[in-house]
């Protein structure tokens, strides 16, 4: 896999990274979770060069972590890990629909006592990239990420990064100490960040991973009708998959299925490869926990989309519905 740098001072990654979150967490949490699979299927990502590798503290919750760390088991040094503090799990079940409830957390001794419990999990002495997962309205961001940065000057931590911020957070963080990415929400049907946070990231050189690429699965074009949706799946709960709505999304799909068909790629192909296309260090991590959806995932690195499939893609309409 051709590869890329997170941001222009992170480390070299392959161009499409993995998204660990799906192998524990959110989506068709009615049917049990094959450790062995996700663990093979980390392991073939490596293999494909997918070697950014996503996670967080509070994926499970503290489950997914763990399940990293056990497929990372030496091949530590074959794989760029990332993961996110900032939240807290308050309820394991006390969220829509039996989802754990989480707030955000970003005080100091939160981040100081986190680091450690995520290094013990993943089964590693540091990560690659500690991103600040959500800013808490009430901690000062500085306190937050001064705490991280006190992480990185311990050896624990590689490089920070941010998820779901404003530019005017980007700065007072980078007033502090280097953020090297933002992750945010990224994608054919969700692109926010293009007005400004895209743009501040490409002239300052900060690197963009855009997590739900593919539209939670939609733009991949597997999902047509609201009862094709696992039972206890988060994506229940969108608007944008409530019948209606995604009826009349059905367009943006077949948009993307139309530029696919004519360049011999699938539609998820497509959408990745617009995402690479947006900027020299944006790199998306789509989840998945099977191995054919991984492959055809790995294979975007390889699609070349020309001008004219590009302003075919630009003028997609805006999808109807809100994010959440």
Known sequence: MRTTTLGAHGPET????????????????????????????IHQALD????LIDTADVYGPYTNEELVGHALAGRR????????????????????????????????????????????????DHVDLYQLHRV??????????????????????????????TVEQIQRAQAMHPVVTVQSEFSLWTRDVQAEVLPYCTQHGIGLLPY?????????GRFTSFDQL??????????????????????????????????????AQVALAWLVAQGPHVVPIPGTKTPKYLADNAGAANVQLSPADLADLNAIPAPVGARY
């Open 14 to 41: 392959g161009l499409i990274g993995l998204g660990a979150m799906g192998m524990s967490f959110a989506y068709d949490m009615a049917t049990p979770r094959d450790e062995a699979t996700s663990v093979s299927v």
């Open 48 to 51: 494909l060069g997918m070697t």
């Open 77 to 124: 040094d074959r794989a760029v890990i990332a993961t996110k503090v900032g939240m807290e799990c308050i309820d394991p079940t006390g969220g829509p629909g039996g989802a754990p409830l989480v707030r955000p957390d970003g005080r100091p001794e939160h981040v100081r006592a986190a680091i450690d419990a995520s290094l013990r999990r993943l089964g590693t």
């Open 136 to 165: 808490d309205p009430e901690v000062p961001i500085e306190e937050t990420w001064g705490a991280m940065a006190e992480a990185v000057a311990a050896g624990k931590a590689r490089h920070l990064g941010l998820s779901e911020v």
């Open 212 to 220: 739900s690429p593919l539209g939670r699965g939609f733009l991949a």
């Open 230 to 267: 696992p039972q206890n799946d988060q994506r229940r709960r969108l608007p944008r998959f409530q019948q209606d709505n995604l009826r009349a999304n059905l367009d943006i799909a077949a948009k993307v299925r139309e530029v696919a068909d004519r360049i011999d790629a699938t539609p």
